[in-house]
């Protein structure tokens, strides 16, 4: 009977938190549930998770297949965009006025950059200064755990493995004096932390983090067939030969492989 259980124990179950509190991210690494805050921008107010802009570079957060599940990270979380395409999930807890009964929790994207606002408190419209771990989510993520009067709740959260179906994307734009490509649809880890290129007639080609996901070199590649390797936040490499074809324009999206659980 569960009265018979400890009472430490009844109330680890009654509020959801396991013993194995880790979870599984896509190179057999764990991470634990963590305190942090949350926000919530309202779809009606023009916002780069709303808009389809964000410091990340994703542009159409639907096109790209980010939804609007999304959320914006404080300096402390955002890792001057490395974090990028990783993946959350997260519960409001410890606040019985705004928190849904349950603890339900929600999973998001990193799409954005929330900035720090030195010139006020951190509990009064400072919440991203550094060093808080604060998420600013999309109006429909944050509906998914606290009520929408809320201002900004407590949370737990933690890094999960990123669902994402079919394979990379890498939308390539430039011009005759560079490449730069925009990486999404990454799974696992979902972050992306290295990335190399190469043409036809060229070696590998590191490439450097221009902002967000947008990744860059200083080579004219025109007229070759383009290959990827994408290393992850968590140190897997996954090498897509022949991306795009020889006779490849800029703007377009090519899809390449993918990390594998």
Avoid at 57 to 78: E, K, Q, V
Avoid at 218 to 236: H, I, W, Y
Wanted: contains cysteine.
């Amino acid at each position: 009977m569960v009265t018979s259980l400890p009472l430490f124990l009844l109330l680890l179950l009654l509020c959801g938190v396991g013993f194995g509190g880790g979870v599984r991210l896509g190179n057999g690494g764990y991470e634990d549930w963590r305190l942090g805050t949350a926000t919530y921008v309202k779809e009606s107010q023009a916002h780069p998770l709303n808009d389809g802009g964000g410091a990340c570079g994703y542009g159409d957060l639907d096109i790209f297949r980010y939804g609007r599940y999304t959320a914006g990270l404080s300096a402390a979380l955002f890792g001057r965009g490395g974090a990028c395409g990783g993946c959350y999930e997260l519960r409001c807890v410890n606040d019985i006025r705004w928190c849904l009964r349950g603890s339900p929790t929600v999973v998001v994207t990193a799409t954005d950059f929330c900035p720090a606002n030195m010139g006020l408190a951190d509990e009064a419209g400072g919440w991203c200064n550094f060093p808080r771990e604060h998420l600013e989510l999309s109006e429909a993520a944050f509906l998914r755990v606290a009520k929408a009067k809320a201002n900004i709740v407590p949370v737990q959260f933690r890094r999960v493995s990123c669902d994402r179906a079919g394979g990379m994307r890498f939308t390539i734009t430039g011009s005759a004096h560079f490449l730069q490509v925009l990486i999404t649809n990454v799974a696992a880890d979902g972050e992306v932390a290295a990335v190399k290129v190469k043409g036809s007639r060229t070696g590998w080609i590191p490439m450097g983090r221009n902002w967000g996901q947008n990744w860059q070199c200083d080579a004219n590649l025109r007229g070759q067939p383009l290959s990827f390797e994408v290393t992850g936040g968590r140190g897997r490499t996954v090498t897509a030969y022949s991306v795009a074809p020889a006779d490849w324009m800029f703007a377009q999206t090519f899809e390449g492989k993918q990390f594998a659980e």
